[in-house]
C-alpha cells in the first residue's frame, strides 16, 4: 500500500497542530491567526466544535446579561435621580466648607488672644505671690520679734519655718528682711538650746518635749535628735546606776544568803528602760529624723547596754566566782583520772546554771527584739540596718554574753557527768519497774541538760553538751549496763536452786531490760533534741551540725542493741545446756515406723512435749521480769537452738512415710506452742524442718516436682537442690537412681 508524499507529511505535522489547537485560546486575535495556520483536517474539524460551544457558551452569556437589561434600567434611572441630589450636596458642603475656614481663623484669633491673656495673668499671678510674699516675710519678721517678746517660741518656730519656705521659692529678692530674720532665727536657735539642755540637767520631761519639737522647724533635726538621745541615754545611765548600786549594796550585805541578789531582774530592768525608751519616743524620733532617728537611738541606747549590761554580767561573774568554780572542774577532772577527789556541789552549780540560763535568754530576747525591730522599719537607709545590726553583735554585751557561755558549758557539762555518775552508783531496784532506777534518772539528767543547752539558742553550746552526752553514754553508762552480764560462773548462779535463783535471775533480766529500754531512749531523746532545735535553729549551718552530732547518738542505740544481743546469747547459753539432754535423746527415737507404732505416737508422745516442758521450766519463769522485746527475743534464740539442732539430728535418721507423717505432726507441735510463747511469728524458724516433713511425705520421688520451681505457688524454699535430694535420700523406699534422675 503506498502512501503519498502530502499524506505522509500531514500526519507528521499532526502532533504539532495538535499542540496548537491545545492551547488555542478562542475569542482573542492570536486565535485567529493559530487557524490560518492549520493544515490538518482533524485539528479543523476539533477546532470547529470548539467554535461551535464557544459561540452557544457566548450567546448563553449575551442571553443572560439582556435579561439584565430591566434591572439596570431601573438603576440607571435612580442614579440620575441621585445625581441631582447630589449636585445639592456639593453646594452645601462647599459652603459648610468655607464656614469652617472662616471659623478656623477665628478661633486661632481668639487663641492668640487667650494665650496672651493667660500670660499676663501669670505675670500677675507671680507679682501677686511675691507681693504676697513680701507680705508675708514682714509678718513673719514682725511675728517672730513678738513670739519672742512674749517666750511664744512655739509659734516663733513656725514663723521662721514659713519665711524659710518662702525664702527658699524667692531667693533673689529680700535680702534685708533676710537678714533681719536670721538674726531673730539664730536667737531662737540659741533659746532653744539654752532651754533644753537647761530642761536637761533638770529632767524636766514636758519642758524637753517642748524644746526639742523647735528643732525642726528650725531645720536643726539632727542636732535635736542628738540631744534628745543623750537625755535618752542619761536617764537610762541613772536608772540602770541606782539599780547597779543597789545590787553591789545587797552583795555587800548578803554575804551568806546569795539568792537575795537578783542579778536577772537588774539586767531585766535595764533592758526594760532601752525597750520603753525606744517604743515611747518613737513618735518624736521619728519626727526629727525619720525612721533613721529610731535607728539611731537604738544604736546609741546599745552603747548603753554595752556599758551597763556587761558591767552586770562581770559583776555577777566575779559574784559567783564562775572563774574559781571552773578552774576547780578542770582540776577535778585532773585529779579524778589518777585518784579520788571531790569537786563542786552539783546542786549549788544546778542553781547557777539556772541564772546563767535565765541572763542568756535575756540577753538573746533583748537582742532579738531590737534587730526585728530595726529589720521592721520600711524607710531606713539601706547601710544603716544592717550597721546597727552588727553593732548588736560585736559589743562588749555580746562578748560578756559570750564569757559567760563558756562559764555555762563546763558548768553544764560538770553537773551533766555528776549527776549520770551519781545515778549510777546510786543504781537500785524500782519496786514495779522491769529497769532500775539508773536508766530512768540518767536520761532524765540527760534531757534536762540538754534542753537547758538548746535555751540559750547557743549552737557551740548544744554541740558541746551532745558530745558530752554521747561520751557518757557510750563510756560509763554502757560499761554500768554490761556490768552484771560480766559476772562469772552465771549459769550456776541461776539455776543453782534455792532462794537465789529468783534474785539472780530478777538481776540479769533486769540488766537486759536495761539495755533494751535504754536503746528505746536514746531513739526519744534523739527525736526530741531533733525537734526542739529545729525550733531555734534554722541555717542550714547550724542544722547540719546538729544533724552530724545527732547520727552519733542515734548509733548508741544500736551501740546498745549490740550489747543487748550479747547479753541475750550469753543468757540462753546458760539455759541450753538444760535443753541439750533431751533434744540429744531425739537420736535414739525411730522414725521408720509401722501403723502401729505410728498410732502409739499419737497417744504416747516420744519426745516432744518433754521437750516443750524443759523449755517452760527453764524460761517461762523469766517472763514476768522481762520487757515483752527481750522475752521475745529470748524465746526466738532458744527456738533458733533447737531449730538447728533438730535438723541435724534429722539429717541423720531414716524414715518411713509414716514416719514423715510423724515428723511433720511433731513440727506443727513445736510451732503452735511456741507461737503461744511469744508474740513474734514462729513459723520461719521451723520452715526448713516444716520442708523436710513435707518432702519426707511424698508418695514417690517424682512428686517433688509439683512443689518445686514454679509449681512452688506461694511457699519459699529455704532448702537447697543438694539438701532436698538428701532429705530424699532418708527415705527407706526411695530409689537413689530416682533422686539422682531429678532435675531441680
Excluded at 554500768?480 to 535463783?501: D, H, I, S, T, Y
Aim: proline content about 2%; charged content about 25%.
Amino acid at each position: 500500500m503506498s502512501i503519498s508524499s502530502s499524506s505522509l507529511s500531514s500526519m507528521m505535522d499532526a502532533p504539532a497542530e495538535d499542540q496548537i489547537t491545545a492551547a488555542l485560546r478562542l475569542g482573542t486575535p492570536e486565535a485567529l491567526d493559530q487557524v490560518r495556520k492549520l493544515t490538518d483536517v482533524g485539528a479543523m474539524t476539533r477546532i470547529l466544535h470548539e467554535c461551535i460551544a464557544y459561540q452557544r457558551a457566548l450567546e448563553l452569556e449575551l442571553d443572560n446579561l439582556l435579561s439584565q437589561r430591566t434591572d439596570l434600567d431601573k438603576q440607571l434611572s435612580n442614579l440620575q435621580k441621585s445625581a441631582q441630589v447630589l449636585d445639592i450636596v456639593k453646594a452645601d458642603s462647599d459652603h459648610m466648607l468655607a464656614s469652617v475656614r472662616s471659623t478656623c481663623d477665628l478661633a486661632d484669633q481668639v487663641s492668640g488672644k487667650v494665650r496672651e491673656l493667660d500670660l499676663a495673668q501669670s505675670r500677675v499671678n507671680s507679682t501677686l505671690s511675691r507681693i504676697d510674699a513680701v507680705v508675708e516675710r514682714g509678718n513673719c519678721i514682725e511675728g517672730v520679734q513678738k513670739a519672742l517678746e512674749t517666750e511664744d517660741y512655739e509659734s516663733a518656730a513656725k514663723y521662721v519655718q514659713t519665711f524659710l519656705r518662702i525664702d527658699a521659692e524667692y531667693k533673689d529678692s529680700g535680702s534685708d528682711q533676710r537678714e533681719q530674720l536670721m538674726e531673730s532665727k539664730k536667737q531662737l536657735e540659741g533659746i532653744a538650746r539654752k532651754r533644753l539642755a537647761a530642761a536637761i540637767d533638770q529632767r524636766d520631761h514636758p519642758t524637753i518635749l517642748r524644746f526639742v519639737r523647735l528643732f525642726s522647724p528650725l531645720n536643726l533635726e539632727e542636732e535635736g535628735l542628738q540631744m534628745y538621745v543623750n537625755y535618752l541615754k542619761k536617764v537610762i545611765a541613772m536608772r540602770s546606776r541606782l539599780e547597779y548600786e543597789h545590787l553591789v549594796e545587797l552583795m555587800e550585805r548578803s554575804s551568806g544568803n546569795q539568792s537575795n541578789v537578783n542579778f536577772v531582774g537588774c539586767l531585766t530592768n535595764l533592758f526594760k528602760d532601752i525597750v520603753l525608751a525606744v517604743q515611747e519616743n518613737s513618735e518624736i524620733l521619728r519626727g526629727l529624723c525619720g525612721e533613721d532617728g529610731i535607728v539611731y537611738a537604738i544604736c546609741e541606747l546599745q552603747e548603753e547596754c554595752d556599758s551597763r549590761g556587761s558591767s552586770i554580767l562581770k559583776k555577777y561573774m566575779d559574784y559567783r566566782k564562775l572563774a574559781r568554780i571552773a578552774s576547780e572542774i578542770n582540776s577535778y577532772k585532773t585529779r579524778l583520772s589518777v585518784g579520788a577527789a571531790e569537786g563542786p556541789d552539783p546542786r549549788e552549780i544546778e542553781l547557777y546554771l539556772e541564772e546563767i540560763l535565765s541572763l542568756m535568754q535575756l540577753g538573746e530576747d533583748y537582742t532579738e527584739f531590737m534587730v526585728s525591730t530595726i529589720k521592721g522599719l520600711s524607710s531606713v537607709d539601706p547601710e544603716l540596718g544592717p550597721r546597727a545590726t552588727k553593732a548588736f553583735r560585736s559589743g562588749s554585751f555580746s562578748r560578756s554574753i559570750q564569757d559567760i557561755t563558756g562559764y555555762y558549758v563546763i558548768l553544764e557539762g560538770f553537773f551533766m557527768v555528776e549527776n549520770v555518775r551519781k545515778a549510777i552508783n546510786i543504781d537500785e531496784h524500782v519496786p514495779d519497774s522491769l529497769t532500775t532506777s539508773m536508766v530512768d534518772d540518767v536520761f532524765y539528767v540527760l534531757q534536762s541538760c540538754l534542753r537547758r543547752a538548746i535555751s540559750t539558742s547557743n549552737i557551740n553550746s548544744v554541740l558541746a553538751l551532745l558530745s558530752g552526752s554521747i561520751n557518757l553514754l557510750g563510756n560509763e553508762y554502757q560499761e554500768a549496763l554490761q556490768q552484771k552480764m560480766r559476772e562469772p560462773n552465771l549459769g550456776a548462779k541461776l539455776f543453782l536452786g534455792g532462794v537465789g535463783v529468783q534474785k539472780t535471775g530478777t538481776e540479769i533480766a533486769t540488766a537486759l531490760n536495761n539495755m533494751d529500754v535504754s536503746s528505746e531512749y536514746v531513739l526519744k531523746l534523739r527525736h526530741e533534741i531533733d525537734e526542739q532545735c529545729a525550733e531555734v535553729f534554722h541555717t542550714p549551718a547550724d542544722r547540719e551540725k546538729v544533724k552530724s552530732c545527732l547520727s552519733e547518738l542515734g548509733e548508741m542505740s544500736n551501740s546498745f542493741k549490740q550489747a543487748l544481743n550479747a547479753g541475750m546469747e550469753q543468757l540462753v547459753a546458760t539455759v541450753t545446756p538444760r535443753i541439750r539432754p533431751v533434744l540429744d535423746s531425739v537420736a535414739t527415737i525411730s522414725y521408720e515406723l509401722t501403723e502401729a507404732e505410728y498410732a502409739d505416737n499419737e497417744v504416747n508422745d516420744p519426745w516432744v512435749q518433754r521437750l516443750l516442758h524443759a523449755v517452760e521450766t527453764n524460761a517461762t519463769w523469766l517472763q514476768p521480769v522481762m520487757t515483752a522485746n527481750n522475752y521475745d527475743s529470748f524465746v526466738h534464740l532458744i527456738i533458733d537452738f533447737i531449730a538447728k539442732r533438730l535438723e541435724v539430728i534429722m539429717m541423720q535418721k531414716r524414715f518411713s512415710q509414716l514416719g514423715g507423717l510423724q515428723l511433720d505432726r511433731d513440727a506443727r507441735a513445736l510451732v503452735h506452742h511456741f507461737s503461744s510463747m511469744t508474740q513474734r511469728t514462729v513459723r520461719d524458724k521451723f520452715a526448713r524442718l516444716t520442708q523436710m516433713a513435707t518432702i519426707l511425705n511424698l508418695e514417690k520421688v517424682s512428686e517433688i516436682l509439683d512443689f518445686w520451681g514454679e509449681n512452688s505457688g506461694p511457699m519459699t524454699w529455704r532448702l537447697t537442690p543438694a539438701e532436698v535430694r538428701r532429705v530424699l535420700g532418708l527415705r527407706i523406699d526411695f530409689k537413689p537412681e530416682a533422686i539422682a534422675a531429678l532435675k531441680l
